[in-house]
């Protein structure tokens, strides 16, 4: 298939008091002249227009003809719009349909890949939604349509760093009863995969974080790496993946960004995103790995005072858009 031909990226609403619809603006003014990028948004038409070109479309294979002249939108059933930066709950039964309707169009191939804009988690989970986040509610969707038991795995670039997650939404307490030795051998198995297929690498080399200061320093500071993550590493690397044994969160991510790893495996959220953000809170992509579709999402969040004092950057969603399409294309290349 040559890229003209390529099915469109499909862009969630997300969060419309947050940043999501201006970002997606600006997204679109910066890549309507690349075919390549052509995406649609499923949204509220009002939340676009005047502010760029905008035609409503009712099926996603009108996107690419539209894209070059104006903001392609498929519009989800009306409901309130909330004011810029004030986030109102009866939004999220709309956030939530967008991200179904994307999912799907992915699903039946009329989609190349989804990227995601911001959602507030916690709005969601007050109107009753029961996933962490996207990365599950996604994997949630194509599990459902597939019957499939994919295992989605939260992979952050930024900086130089690719960065996958061991533990993503919880608390800092329940790491140590969470992290087990089975789910990181699946994990590294499923980061292996996709640096292959995803990213095009021929040999990945991939290293495990510490949980513990030093790695544990050989157990008199903690005992994970010696009990879960080196047992880990060792079957991993028996099953042929260039994976190492923990090594010491405070250093491995440099060594990273020197070339000596391809990616990295964090054993809490903030392990692995505070060295992306700080070396990239503008251009980070979040990549959802080890699912039957693409998707990837800006790593902000939904960004309310930015939205509210227009200063909403869109570095983020338009690496998002890229990365995706990228992906997208790589798996092809692959299959
Ligand atoms: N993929 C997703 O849907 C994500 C959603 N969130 C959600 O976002 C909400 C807010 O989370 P925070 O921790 O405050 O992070 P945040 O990323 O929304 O905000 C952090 C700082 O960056 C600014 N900011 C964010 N995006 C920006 C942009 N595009 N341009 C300019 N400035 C921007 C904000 O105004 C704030 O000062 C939470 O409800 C969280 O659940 C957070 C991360 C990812
Ligand atoms: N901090 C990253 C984040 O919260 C992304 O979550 P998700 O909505 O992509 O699952």
């Known amino acids: 298939m040559t890229d003209a031909n390529r099915p469109p990226l499909v862009i969630t609403m997300g969060d419309p008091a947050g940043v999501g619809p201006s970002i997606t603006v600006s997204a679109w003014n910066a890549l309507q002249g690349e075919a ?14 005047g502010e760029v070109p905008t035609q409503t479309i ?38 939530i349909a967008s991200i179904e309707q994307a999912a ?3 699903l039946s191939g009329a989609a190349d890949a989804v ?15 029961t996933h962490p986040g996207h ?22 670039t930024g900086g130089g760093l690719r960065v996958a997650l061991a533990t993503i939404h919880i608390a800092l307490k329940d790491v140590f009863t969470t992290l087990n030795m089975e789910d990181l051998v699946k994990l ?31 157990g008199t500071i903690g005992r994970e790496e010696i009990d879960i993550i080196n047992p880990a590493a060792d079957q991993l690397r028996s099953a042929g993946i260039d994976m190492s044994d923990a090594r010491s969160a405070d250093t491995v991510f440099a060594e990273a960004r020197d070339g000596r790893f391809d990616a990295i495996i964090s054993m809490t959220h903030d392990q692995g ?15 959802t790995l080890g699912l039957p579709i693409v998707r990837t999402s ?14 909403a950057r869109p570095d983020s969603l338009i690496a998002a858009i890229r990365q995706a399409r990228l992906i997208a294309g790589h798996r092809k290349e692959t299959a």
């Not at 996107?63 to 909330?82: E, H, Q, R, T």
């Not at 990365?135 to 952050?156: H, I, K, R």
């Not at 995103?273 to 251009?283: A, F």
Request: net charge negative; aromatic share 8%; with cysteine.
């Open 188 to 218: 590294g198995k499923i980061v292996d995969t996709a640096m292959r297929q995803d990213f095009g690498l021929t040999s990945p080399r991939l290293a495990f974080t510490g949980l513990n200061p030093h790695a544990g320093e050989n």
């Open 36 to 49: 390549d990028c052509a995406f649609f948004v499923i949204g509220a038409p009002d939340l676009y227009q």
């Open 298 to 311: 800006p790593d902000h969040g939904t960004g309310y005072e930015a939205a509210a004092n227009g200063t």
């Open 104 to 106: 799907a169009f992915c």
């Open 273 to 287: 995103l505070i060295p992306v953000k700080t070396l990239d809170m503008w251009g980070g992509v979040n990549t």
């Open 58 to 95: 009712s099926d996603p294979s009108e996107a690419s003809g539209v894209f070059g002249s104006a903001l392609p939108v498929l519009p989800l059933d009306a409901f309130p719009l909330p004011v810029r930066g004030q986030p109102d709950s009866r939004s999220a039964p709309a956030i």
């Open 115 to 129: 990227v995601t804009n911001p959602i507030n988690k916690a709005l969601l989970y007050a109107a009753g939604f």
């Open 135 to 156: 990365t599950e509610f996604v994997a949630a969707l194509c599990n459902t349509a597939t019957g499939g038991a994919a295992q989605p795995v939260m992979l952050l």
